[in-house]
């Protein structure tokens, strides 16, 4: 079932999703299973499943080092099927820009399209580890909203290249990403959020939010993108904060503020036994907050582990 058709049929009422990350490279899915099972019991209509980019690797070899390409952690559309069949829920593979060709992404989209999987996360993906900017991939897209044309293409039977006669077409639910604080290229939050629109009118059928601590910021963005014309469903992520160190990382890699309360808060634990607990608290708070006011979906973060994510959903569904 699409995302989107869940969330009619909750009629107002807030679900529970949250995200997972594939694990790395030859560790067993056992793990991963053993963090979702804590969170079935809240019944999340779909799970999310990111993908990697590609990244460099060197290679020693007589004093010389060779540079090769890997990635550290495949496997996202096997775990979407996996998850499904094991736990009966829909899964949303995250589908990138960034390291993949066109041809590449009509591939994956086939794929989905024979395990059942009928909804998508279109990204643009990050610049690659030790590259300052985002490349498009030769033969790639530049941009999320292409990629939303293209999986729209295909919704209406329209493939790359063949003019194949199409009996089964595709019929998925796309989700992009927006930024209640601004995606960190863009110039404005008011362009950021043209953007958005732009995706929403290639074809994307819901939006989930990056991590923002200060639901105000949420608030305000919503009310920003309807007054632009955007019309479909905005979902807020939430991460809760689970070590010191995140106080740095998060502002780092996502550009976000963390409210001066949270940082104190932080600032003041001994451990991160301790930081975890405040990060729940935190985060329960900020959930109750936003399930007031008639969120469609609270989508957690998870980052692999779930029991600070168990701990929170307890509190609030
Ligand atoms: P876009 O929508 O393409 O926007 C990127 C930037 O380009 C923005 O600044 C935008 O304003 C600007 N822009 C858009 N269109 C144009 C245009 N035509 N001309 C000029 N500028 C333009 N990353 C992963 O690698 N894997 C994941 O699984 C993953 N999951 C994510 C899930 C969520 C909910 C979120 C919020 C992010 C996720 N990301 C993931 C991170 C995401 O890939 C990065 O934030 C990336 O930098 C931008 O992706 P986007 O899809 O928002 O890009």
Do not use: W
Request: with cysteine; glycine share 6%.
């Amino acid at each position: 079932m699409k995302v989107t058709d869940h969330i009619k049929k909750a009629n107002g009422k807030t679900l529970f999703s949250f995200e997972i990350i594939p694990p790395k490279k030859g560790k067993s899915i056992q793990e991963l299973y053993s963090n979702i099972d804590p969170l079935m019991e809240f019944k999340p209509p779909f799970i999310d499943v990111t993908t990697s980019r590609e990244e460099f690797i060197y290679i020693e070899k007589e004093g010389l080092f060779d540079r090769k390409i890997t990635r550290m952690r495949p496997g996202t559309l096997g775990i979407c099927a996996a998850i499904k069949h094991k736990y009966n829920v829909d899964t949303v593979p995250h589908v990138l820009c960034g390291g993949f060709t066109k041809e590449e992404t009509e591939y994956l989209l086939v794929d989905c399209h024979y395990l059942g999987i009928n909804n998508v996360m279109a990204l643009r993906g990050d610049a690659m580890k030790g590259e300052q900017y985002f490349k498009a991939t030769k033969g790639g897209h530049s941009f999320a909203t292409e990629l939303v044309a293209q999986i729209q293409d295909l919704n209406c039977g329209n493939y790359l290249h063949d003019g194949v006669t199409v009996d089964d077409k595709s019929d998925f639910c796309i989700g992009v990403a927006g930024y209640p604080e601004k995606h960190m290229e863009a110039p404005s939050l008011n362009t950021d959020l043209m953007r958005l629109k732009e995706k929403v009118d290639a074809g994307a059928d819901y939006v989930v939010t990056q991590m923002f601590f200060d639901n105000k910021k949420y608030f305000e963005f919503v009310e920003a993108a309807k007054n632009i014309g955007i019309n479909v469903p905005i979902i807020p992520g939430i991460k809760p904060l689970a070590v010191k160190r995140h106080l740095q990382l998060l502002p780092q890699v996502f550009k976000i503020d963390i409210p001066e309360n949270l940082i104190q808060a932080i600032d003041s634990c001994k451990d991160n036994k301790a930081v975890r607990q405040v990060g729940i608290e935190f985060a329960i708070e900020q959930s109750k907050e936003l399930l007031a006011a008639g969120v469609p979906v609270l989508h957690y973060y998870s980052m692999g582990k779930s029991s600070n994510i168990q701990q929170i959903a307890s509190a609030i569904f």
